[in-house]
């Protein structure tokens, strides 16, 4: 029913009308590759506000000149995400740093989509080893290490086809998270847990972590000293 009612709006005088008057005052060019388009007749308006079945009686959307551009067909089909086309993604950086159990692997968790990149020493030292994650081999940090700079490498570039990449990490000294703030253009996100909370929640934790507290306590309280 829905698409009724469009297929007779775009067939209406009105609407004829008023693409016609758009092409005579602005001429037969793409508003977003700038092609000279000859034939006027594939020449796109195309509604900035997407035109629902709640807005297409209303003139102030459907026959305003603010909310329209004339696109020619290949940039509508972009916009539309039609017949192969994809929108590229924002490939925005985030890095989330905070103390050791002040929850960074859980927000990222909480926050990132399907096709995000996550940059995790955790989680790579398990990816080589098929270790407990916490359990971390001190021979294998330089193939851990290496593995994480072709990751961050490839995040600098934008390499690839991911939505956004996440970095999680420590960071304590503000020197060196600031860079590599500055040199992948990231935003970054402090996990500001108060020590109390993070050896708190350590004490909870069912993971390989509780065999080590004291170790891990020593980890937390490292941070703090910065």
Partial sequence: MATGVFKKFYNSKEWKKFRQSLIDERGVICERCHKVITDSSKLHGHHKIELTAYNIFDFDVTLNPDNV??????????????????????KDVIIVYGPPCSGK?????????VNDIVVDMDRLYEAITLLPRYHKPGRLK???????????????TRYGEYDKAWIIGGYPNSHDRDRLSRELNADLICM??????????????????KYHIDDWIKYIEKWFEG
């Fill in 105 to 113: 692997t859980s927000y990222v968790m909480q926050h990132k989509g």
């Fill in 142 to 156: 330089a193939n851990v290490l290496s593995v994480r700079q072709t990751l961050i490498d490839n995040i600098r």
């Fill in 192 to 209: 500001d847990t108060p020590k109390h909370e993070c050896i708190a929640r350590l004490y909870e934790c069912d993971d390989d972590r």
């Fill in 69 to 90: 551009e004339l696109i020619c067909k290949d940039c509508h089909d972009k916009e539309h995400e039609r017949f192969g086309y994809r929108k590229q993604p924002s």
